[in-house]
């Protein structure tokens, strides 16, 4: 008798207490932000004084702000490969704009983010740019469920703002405002999209990716968001003249022909203080969509219940290391916001050491109470968000094509390019990497140090991947297949 009471009263307990704590069997529901070529221009980053995200601020207020994250990849398709995989590029061998996960034999059978949350039981909605431009949107692709538009920069001038640029005058290279209304635009027809789902109240749990094309060039926006930062106040990032001067030539082979103007040709033709305005406007409008996304959480009850994350794949020079663009290891190019928010995660809180994109995919499968996948490369950041203390602090690693990497920790960058040239900046004292400390002996032991954290294992860009791809042959550079002669003068400088 008294074995069946305590079984009765066992089973009261359990019963009470699930009724209790219904947030441990309900799974959370997930909204997957994705922002492209964001760098750290924002305002709860104080990556640029004059800034205005008061929606990324509110998101980060609710939650966590890594304020120290890095891309794993200075360039769409690698980067977004490495996050939505789990996988390093140095293990994929996939560095440039191609080649699709799903075109190479040996990654086919790869389980990407949202596959893996598919497979356990949530809805998965994609709408925007998630994998690198229409991958994964095809016919015979699998990786969502339910697909709303994609990337579209519409709608576009007539004739190119700035005029003929360098590098083949690729029609993307523009900025500037025409007449043309926000609605209008690809991105506030995907933040519809992901409103409207949102405005059904899904059933089951949801994935819900939404990605955001601006502020990639071009970077048209509406006279609105232009006016709100005014040519004669406008604010340049910090630039140093002659900045390459003691950076080693290879540190040119990673862009060596881009479509993307060099720093020259911005200030011969006065276009310089164009895209910063431009680029500034563009985030302040993706971030009035970003808005919309988290309006329609909270009128929907959706938001206590909902994890939140928010991330950039790679950020953007607007002139610094007389560059405009990506494809660098230095921070304007790795360093990119990072925000989660939602239950389980501390509200209003900040973690300042080194992590990674690679790190979203076990991060989210443990927020949500997946299966573990041991092969993934990333950490769960599970107690940072949850307040634990963390012993192990890990650098953020960067790989900008093959065998060319970049270690980030609290104090440091070191680079080490495929020709073993170096470069170690003290980000402490030189926050804008001015000074390559490389040369000097008595800092051999820190380069050593950093340079265990180097990938052992670099896998060789496949055949025929040229887009932005740079390989070596006996020691000879080739950028998108053309060699690299010693006597070649660096392009368009």
Known sequence: MKSKL????????????????????????????????????????DGHPQIKTPNIDKLAARGMLFTNAHTQSPICNPSRTSLLTGLRPSTTGVYGLSPWIRNVDSLKHLVTLPQYFSQNGYTNYSTGKIFHGNNGRGENDNEFDILGPGTDIKPIPEEKIIGFTPGGNHPLMDWGTFPHKDEEKGDYEVASWAVDVLNSKPKDPFFLSCGFFLPHVPVYVTEKWFNMYPYETLVMPPMLENDREDTPRASWY????????????????????????SYLAAISFVDSQVGRLLDALDENGLTENTIVVLWSDHGYHLGEKEISGKNTLWERSTHVPLIFAGPGINKNDKYDNPVELLDIYPTLSALCNLPEKSELEGVSLLDQLSGKEVKSVRPAITTNNYKNHSIRTNDWRYIQYADGSEELYN??????????????????????????????????????????????????PIWEGEVIRPEDTIPDI
């Open 427 to 476: 980000i402490k004292s030189d926050p804008n990497e001015w000074e390559n400390l490389a040369d000097s002996k008595d800092l051999d032991g820190i380069k050593t140090k950093l340079a265990k954290w180097i990938p052992e294992e670099n896998h060789l860009p496949y055949f025929g991947n040229g887009f932005r791809v740079l390989q070596y042959e006996n020691g000879t």
């Open 6 to 45: 305590l079984f009765l009263f066992s089973l009261i307990f359990l019963l009470s207490a699930c009724s209790i704590n219904p947030e441990k069997v309900e799974k959370p529901n997930v909204l997957f932000i994705s922002i492209d070529d964001l760098n750290d221009w924002i305002g709860c980053l």
């Open 254 to 277: 990673n862009h060596w022909k881009v479509p993307e103007p060099r720093l020259k040709w911005l200030k011969e033709d006065q276009q310089l203080k164009p895209l910063v305005r």
